[in-house]
């Protein structure tokens, strides 16, 4: 019995580590704290993988618990996932900001961890995934 119990073990555990990876219907979020003329200001990221392939970023600012500006669509655009040589898997997120600049983010992406460090003009962002909540849109 115990045999079983530990091919069955192994198997499942080697059948994860050969799943691909995917982000689609999972969301990510950064907290940057931002300083301008004495007044720190915390700014919120969140990045929704709505498919295999698009994603949505959303801001939001806030001064304490003041909120200063509600979330709103900052940028959209498509991802790529690749594995890179160290089992690790790279990505590059191609989006759009509303004005119709690029905004473009490259770095990896870590199974293990749980975190997304996206690398985006030479500064490291850490984006922590939100557990256990479901993306319902509003009609």
Excluded at 50 to 72: G, H, Q, W
Aim: aromatic fraction near 12%; charged fraction near 20%; glycine fraction near 6%.
């Amino acid at each position: 019995m115990k045999a079983k119990l530990f091919i069955l073990f192994v198997l499942v555990i080697f059948l994860s580590s050969c799943a691909s990876t995917k982000l689609s219907k999972t969301m990510w979020h950064n907290i940057t704290i931002s300083t301008s003329e004495g007044v720190m200001t915390t700014i919120g990221t969140s990045m929704y993988f709505n498919s295999d392939s698009t994603v949505v970023l959303y801001k939001s600012a806030s001064l304490d618990t003041i909120v200063l500006y509600e979330p709103f669509l900052y940028a959209q655009g498509n991802y790529e996932l690749a594995k890179n040589k160290k089992g690790q898997t790279n990505i590059r997120l191609n989006t759009k900001k509303s004005d119709g600049s690029p905004y473009v983010f490259e770095g990896t992406y870590n199974k293990r961890t749980g975190l997304m460090i996206l690398n985006q003009q030479d500064s490291k962002k850490k984006f922590t995934y939100v557990l256990d909540k479901k993306i319902v849109k509003k009609k």
